[in-house]
């Protein structure tokens, strides 16, 4: 590389961006990068500088993504323009060009992006339209591959009319959806939206391709908080006969289906007689009792596997994350048996992380 590539680009929830740069900070120390970062409060995004110890490739070979929690999705920053009422086209062509970086003709597609609370149609609108034009240009300038890349794309996040941050999105280490949004459908059968959370839950942390390993072959499950059923439903669709935990009423179709018991009673406080596959948990409470009583299922081996929110307070929001981490960790080392724990902020997550435990010998 020709240019010092010290800076990124991150995607997290808006609203989340100092915890998104905090998250980084620490994770960058621990391979001993030092950086620091602009927080842009509610954009969902903010720029990240690495000041010493490696550069922003070498950070994002040693550190994957999906260790991190509150950045959804990320791109190493090539160059950043300020964009001329006419001829955005050449501003950019000629802004990657002087960034001089050899990996950009590994890019053999372009993504343009606008920020996730973006709210003038015109913008997206222009954004949809310039991937053509552009990507002609800079391939016809041998700035983007033609077919023979490596999978990293570059990615412009128009951030307006006037300003445009360019980066490299690299095949290996990025979200599975750009900016880590994905596109899902709510069926007309699930009883809740929350039935999205589940399914976008299980696509982003369970590990890749082994899906029907982890839900399929009629296991059984624990819904605690089921009611109306989102996350019930969703178990069902998979095969599993479910009990689900709830004083709410449940939905009466899924109800129908015969694979649920519907039992009322206090989900912090109810255990199953014998132990099952899978026990979700989608109660609003305080994340520590949250985490505690997860810990405890592991702990008893009444599950194998748990997806369940952390509702994040209003304040020290990263550090309520790091508690409730540690106190997973702590009760179940002494186990005889080890665990996986993996959590992100879901797309369909508001002010709650969605957390991944797993028994794993
Ligand atoms: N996951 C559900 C779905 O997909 O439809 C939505 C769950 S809603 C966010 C939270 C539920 O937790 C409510 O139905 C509420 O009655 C229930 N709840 C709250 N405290 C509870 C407790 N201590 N025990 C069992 N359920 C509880």
Redesign the pocket.
Known sequence: MDSPLNQLLLYCRPGFEAEAGRELTDAAAALGAWGYFQPADGMGWLQFTLAGGMDAPALLSGLPLSTLVFVRDWMVVVAEVELPATDRVGAVLDAVRDAGVDAVPGCDRIEVRVPENNSDADLSRFARKWVAPLSRALRGAGLLGDGGGNGDRLELLLVDFSRVVIGISPVNNRARWPMGIPRLKLSEAA??R??LKLEEAWKVLLPEGRALDYLGGGKTGVD????????TWQLVQQGMTVTA????PMDDALMATGMVTHVQS???LWRPKRAVDWMVC????KPRRTATMVSDWFADQLCRYSVFNLKLPMKRRYEEWLVCRDLIGERLAEAPFAVRLRARQLYHDREEITCFLERTD
């Open positions: 009883p809740s929350s039935a605690l908080g089921a009611a109306p059923g989102g996350w935990v709830d004083n709410g206090d989900g912090y989608d109660i609003v409470d």
